[in-house]
């Protein structure tokens, strides 16, 4: 069956950095468009960012130019790099797989909390 792992959640200081990793499995991970979605107490979900299959990245106004995503075909792994982090990049962040068919499909992980705090 399809599994997005998430991991490299945790806590860390206004300023900081982190990097999640979403490893896939049960798909064939170079066909799907992959995404970055959060969600903080008491909010709806929202797209972070996200990467399509041939390589195009987009992202949210709110992190562009302080968040990175990137993704190894190889590996079947979608990275999101967080630099410069903010008190409100405060959520669960969720992995994102997408593909295309007559409808489209949607895959997701469990979730990893980040919290930044001093």
């Known amino acids: 069956q399809v599994q997005l792992v998430e991991s490299g959640g945790g806590l860390v200081q206004p300023g900081g950095s982190l990097r999640l990793s979403c490893a896939a499995s049960?798909?064939?991970?170079?066909?799907?468009?992959m995404g970055w979605y959060r969600q903080a107490p008491g909010k709806q979900r929202e797209l972070v960012a996200a990467?399509?299959?041939?390589?195009?990245?987009d992202y949210a106004a709110s992190v562009k130019g302080r968040f990175t995503i990137s993704r190894d075909n190889a590996k079947g792994t979608v990275y999101l790099q967080m630099n410069s982090m903010k008190p409100e990049d405060t959520a669960v962040y969720y992995c994102n797989a997408m593909i295309r068919f007559t409808t489209r499909v949607d895959y997701w992980g469990q979730g990893t909390q980040v919290t930044v705090s001093s």
């Open positions: 049960g798909i064939i991970f170079r066909f799907y468009d």
């Open positions: 990467i399509t299959s041939g390589g195009t990245s």
